[in-house]
C-alpha cells in the first residue's frame, strides 16, 4: 500500500545550521507530495508541495525535490531559525476517488539559539 | 477570508461516553476531511465528506461516524469513547472533488481526553 517514511527525531540544530529532514514515500502512480508543519499548540500547515517528478517546492527559505528516481522529498533550509522549531510532516496526496492524504509520523525540529 | 474552523477545542469525556466534534470547511469548498492524530501514532485519515456524502473512510471502527450539512459543515461523532480515542482531532477542507488532488486546508483541531 502507499505509505511515507520519514527520519526520526527529535532533530536538534542550532540556529543557522542547515537542516535536512529526510523523507521517502511508496506509492502507485503519480501522488503529489507535500511538507506540512504544526507549531506548538496549532493545527497543520502548508508548507511547500511538489505535483510531478523533478517538480520543486519552496517556501520561506525551505525546499523539497520531488525524486521519483529515488522516492524521495527530503527537506531542506540552508540556516535554521529558533522560530522553525515545530513538527513537520511528509505526506502523499492522490485525486480522484481516495483524496486523502497519506503522512509521515512526524519529525520534531528543536533549533537553539 | 476565515479559515477552517473547529469547536470545542478541548472535549473532556468519560469512558463510554459520546463526543461530538464541529468542523466548518473555508467558504467555497465542499470538501471536509477528518484526521486523528494520536500520540506517537501520527497523523491518522478517518473520513472524508463531498456534497454531503461519505466518499472514503479509513481504518477505523463504526463507532466513529459523522456526516456533512447542507453548508458543507461537519459533525464527527465518537461512540462509546475509549481511553485510547484520546488525540488531536483535525478537520480540513477543500474545494470539490475532482480527477486531481486539491489541497487541504487544515482547523486548529479539537482536543479530546477520555477519561
Known amino acids: 500500500g502507499n505509505s511515507v517514511t520519514q527520519m526520526e527525531g527529535p532533530v536538534t540544530l542550532s540556529e543557522e545550521a542547515f537542516l535536512t529532514i529526510n523523507c521517502t514515500y511508496t506509492a502507485t502512480g503519480y501522488p503529489s507530495l507535500f511538507w506540512y508543519v504544526q507549531y506548538p499548540g496549532e493545527g497543520l500547515q502548508l508548507l511547500l508541495k511538489?505535483?510531478?517528478?523533478?517538480d520543486k517546492g519552496s517556501n520561506k527559505g525551505f525546499e523539497a525535490t520531488y525524486r521519483k528516481e529515488t522516492t524521495s522529498f527530503h527537506l531542506e533550509k540552508g540556516s535554521v531559525q529558533v522560530s522553525d522549531s515545530a513538527v513537520y510532516f511528509c505526506a502523499l496526496g492522490y485525486g480522484g476517488a481516495t483524496n486523502k492524504l497519506i503522512f509521515g509520523t512526524g519529525t520534531l525540529l528543536a533549533v537553539q539559539p | 477570508e476565515a479559515g477552517v474552523t473547529q469547536s470545542p477545542t478541548h472535549l473532556i469525556k468519560t469512558r463510554g461516553q459520546q463526543a461530538t466534534l464541529r468542523c466548518s470547511p473555508i467558504?467555497?469548498?465542499?470538501?471536509v476531511y477528518w484526521y486523528q492524530q494520536a500520540l506517537g501514532l501520527g497523523l491518522q485519515f478517518l473520513l472524508w465528506?463531498?456534497?454531503?456524502?461519505?466518499?472514503n473512510r479509513g481504518n477505523f471502527p463504526p463507532r466513529f461516524s459523522g456526516r456533512q450539512f447542507p453548508n458543507y459543515s461537519s459533525e464527527l461523532n465518537v461512540n462509546a469513547l475509549e481511553l485510547e480515542d484520546s488525540a488531536l482531532y483535525l478537520c480540513a477542507s477543500s474545494l470539490a472533488m475532482g480527477a486531481r488532488y486539491n489541497e487541504q486546508f487544515f482547523g486548529p483541531g479539537t482536543r479530546l481526553t477520555v477519561l
Open positions: 467558504s467555497g469548498h465542499t470538501s
Open positions: 465528506y463531498d456534497e454531503g456524502e461519505e466518499r
Open positions: 511538489a505535483t510531478k517528478a523533478d
